[in-house]
């Protein structure tokens, strides 16, 4: 049985009265995400995982996101419940990565960024599966993607899949892992975000979420704030130039 799978939903695409966990980091991804889960289930559990990464100010930036959700968005409001924050600071100091060092971000021997973390996704996961046994949060909630990534390889499907059947297992329980992100693009991300809220969420994801490796937090571009030249701002950067261009193309088809 694939414990990965979507569960099923009803005619308009929402699923039954349920609860969920969500993996948030108050990124550009994770906020898609709390935004999709927020608009299919009926209460919404989230964690943050704090393991020393270099652009710590993600901790900070994804309490003010969970806020503005429920200020802007009030029929969310009351579905957002407790949030968990993990100390896996363990992680961070056997990690030798430019996420976790203060370092140039280059290419490994292996042909992946620096910026990999190995093991993180499957650490964060297992921590998740541990709350949401405890919790009886069975579906979690992530913003892997394989359309869009830095070839990553606990963002894959097949890793996905692999690790919630060996949750499944090891925990006696059937866990199912939501990754609504999975094969669509950053540009595809942020129509998503529209279709979900319209201006206002674009516009919350944009300037509220925290996605730039450096942590930096100056000054705000078309895409939101970073440093323009990390991996993570390139492509939160183009893919809004494209979700930007593909907005534009459809206003002008209609005038």
């Known amino acids: 049985m694939n414990k990965s799978s979507h569960m099923s939903t009803d005619k308009d695409g929402h699923a039954p009265a349920s609860k969920v966990l969500i993996l948030f980091s108050g990124g550009q991804d994770s906020a898609s995400c709390l935004a999709w889960a927020l608009s299919r289930f009926d209460y919404v559990e989230t964690v943050g995982f704090d393991y020393g990464q270099r652009h710590n100010i993600e901790m900070q930036c994804r309490m003010d996101v969970l806020k503005a959700f429920k200020t802007s968005f009030p029929s969310w409001a009351h579905k957002i419940g407790e949030d968990h924050i993990v100390d896996l600071s363990a992680l961070g100091a056997i990690s030798d990565t430019s996420l976790t060092r203060d370092r ?47 070839g990553y390889p606990d963002c894959r499907k097949q890793t996905l899949d692999a690790t919630m059947r060996a949750i499944s297992l090891g925990m006696d329980m059937d866990f199912t892992l939501h990754t609504p992100l999975m094969h669509i693009s950053k540009a595809g991300a942020w129509d ?64």
């Open 192 to 255: 998503m975000a529209f279709d979900l809220g319209g201006e206002d969420l674009v516009e919350l994801i944009r300037t509220i979420t925290h996605t730039c490796y450096m942590g930096v937090r100056g000054e705000l571009h078309d895409y939101g704030y970073g440093c323009g030249s990390c991996p993570a701002c390139e492509l939160r950067a183009r893919g809004w130039r494209d979700y930007a261009a593909q907005k534009q193309g459809i206003i002008s088809g209609e005038a």
């Open 104 to 150: 140039e971000i280059v290419l490994s021997d292996a042909g992946l960024p620096n910026t990999f973390v190995p093991g993180r996704n499957l650490i964060f996961l297992n921590f998740a599966a541990a709350i949401g046994y405890r919790r009886g949060l069975t579906q979690l909630v992530a913003g892997m993607c394989e359309a869009d990534f830095s």
